[in-house]
């Protein structure tokens, strides 16, 4: 019996020995990063962290790589593996991914280290071609280190689970390398602050312009570190101009041309579908297109006042005739009310009414034909119909308009629509806004909260909110 204690005893010490000594065994323990640990909870195969310095980003990246080696990953599926790491440089390699992995990974762990310039009794002071890391499957795990400076041809022929890009990549290497994971079903995940602009990431990722459903992002600032002081956060924040806190604290996607609703935020604004009540049911909004995309969404009120945007249809090149059977399926996928007649309601641009050379029948006479009872008399005043948008996005501090995530091409226009020249936004991929705009004219502005909501009120938001964020978290 004694014996046994005491065997427990040297297990348990063993333990706590390991845990003091294991950068890794203590990741996300003594306080937690909660949108560190949302990445590496997320399923998604391409995921993307974009965060200002000292974030808190590249530990997330060089956590996952070592998971993947080991394969101890506590959210995937573990096996052996081979994979990159992609710097900027053989400098931005050694000093930052290459010293980060380094520090997470136990020398015990390590089979062998060959480099490409520098010694592998002391790794960390040269450039490290690949790590053969022991896995807990008994077998040998790879991490590999690249750089973008080698060029595209240095990135071809391989077949990897993942790769990791600790900063933004450009786009041949970023193509090249999505290519390598492709026959293994990999993972591609990518950790950066976006100092170039509006690159192509800005758009394949953050836009999601080919709406890839395996594409996910999130952003990190410097109140999300646990880590960092407060009051110098705020004392270096105060240093800096407001483009420069845009990028290098809340790590945004910034150029010239600010964004007009800058009130739009994704994790609040757009939540997961839920059954809408039949009475919360208002009126479609169109935006017609025949070369360009239609645009239409369906619009739904609560008894606060409060604005969700349903379901879309966006589709471009089709007859109104195909329209018209497009959006009557969805009505009826949604149970969607009729007036008396059984004709479907919804504002369009009061365009549609007119008559061209060579058609006898306006769009809206075709859409009217085809039992979408459509209304041309939309305020069509570009400012305040944006000023209107941007009050429902935010009035005194509570949002009025909640997005379904399935109406993918409305948060991409909402995220991408910018400032032009001339104090006007600029004309392009606008159309869902355009029709947005069209019903919100319609609406009376947002409630102002002057006087507290009941219980009964409170409530009802709260389960609304719990059971989006449950049927979002059961989509992942």
Not at 219 to 227: R, V
Request: glycine share 6%; charged share 30%; hydrophobic share 35%.
């Amino acid at each position: 019996m004694k014996g046994t204690i005491k065997k427990i005893l040297d297990i348990e010490r063993e333990q706590k020995r390991r845990y003091k000594n294991s950068t890794l065994a203590r990741y996300n323990t003594d306080k937690i990063h909660l949108k560190q640990m949302e990445f590496h909870k997320c399923s998604k195969r391409n995921r993307w962290v974009f965060g200002g310095n000292r974030t808190g980003k590249t530990e997330c990246g060089a956590v996952e790589t070592v998971w993947l080696a080991r394969g101890i990953h506590p959210y995937r599926e573990n096996k052996p593996t081979s994979g990159w790491v992609v710097s900027l440089s053989r400098r931005v390699q050694r000093d930052v991914a290459q010293k980060k992995i380094l520090g997470y990974l136990d020398p015990d762990w390590i089979a062998d280290i060959v480099m490409e310039s520098g010694k592998s009794t002391n790794p960390s002071g040269g450039v490290i071609d690949y790590i053969a890391v022991k896995n807990v499957f008994g077998s040998i795990s790879t991490i590999g280190f690249k750089t973008c400076e080698a060029g595209r041809d240095k990135f071809a022929g391989a077949s990897l689970d993942y790769v990791w890009f600790d900063e933004e990549p450009p786009q041949d290497i970023y193509d090249e390398c999505a290519m390598r994971v492709v026959d293994k079903k990999g993972l591609i995940y990518g950790t950066m602050t976006p100092l170039l602009g509006l690159t192509f990431v800005y758009d394949r990722i953050y836009l999601n312009s080919l709406n890839d459903p395996e594409v996910w992002h999130i952003f990190m600032e410097w109140s999300d570190n646990p880590y960092l002081d407060a009051d110098e956060v705020a004392r270096v924040s105060a240093a800096m101009t407001e483009q420069e806190r845009e990028v290098r604290r809340y790590g945004r996607f910034v150029d010239a041309r600010g964004a007009v609703y800058t009130e739009f935020d994704e994790r609040v604004h757009v939540i997961a579908p839920f059954d809408v009540p039949r009475e919360w049911q208002d009126r479609l909004s169109i935006d017609p297109g025949l070369n360009n995309p239609l645009s239409c969404h369906w619009y739904a009120v609560d008894y606060d006042g409060n604005v969700y945007v349903v379901a879309e249809h966006f589709e471009a090149g089709k007859s109104c005739d195909w329209h018209c059977r497009a959006i009557k399926g969805v009505c009826k996928a949604l149970s969607w009310h009729t007036d008396g007649k059984g004709r479907i309601e919804a504002l369009i641009d009061s365009a549609a009414s007119q008559h061209t050379l060579n058609a006898e029948k306006s769009v809206a006479e075709l859409f009217c034909e085809g039992g979408i009872l459509v209304d041309t008399r939309v305020n069509k005043d570009l400012y305040t119909g944006i000023n209107r948008v941007k009050q429902y996005l935010m009035t005194d501090g509570k949002p009025r308009l909640y997005i379904f995530d399935t109406c993918v091409n409305l948060i991409r226009e909402l995220k991408s629509y910018r400032w032009g020249d001339g104090d006007r936004p600029v004309k392009t991929d606008d159309h869902c806004l355009d029709e947005l705009r069209y019903y919100l004219m319609s609406r009376p502005l947002p409630p102002r909260a002057d006087k507290p909501k009941s219980d009964i009120a409170l409530d009802k938001e709260r389960l609304i909110r719990r059971l989006a964020v449950v049927r979002k978290r059961a989509a992942r």
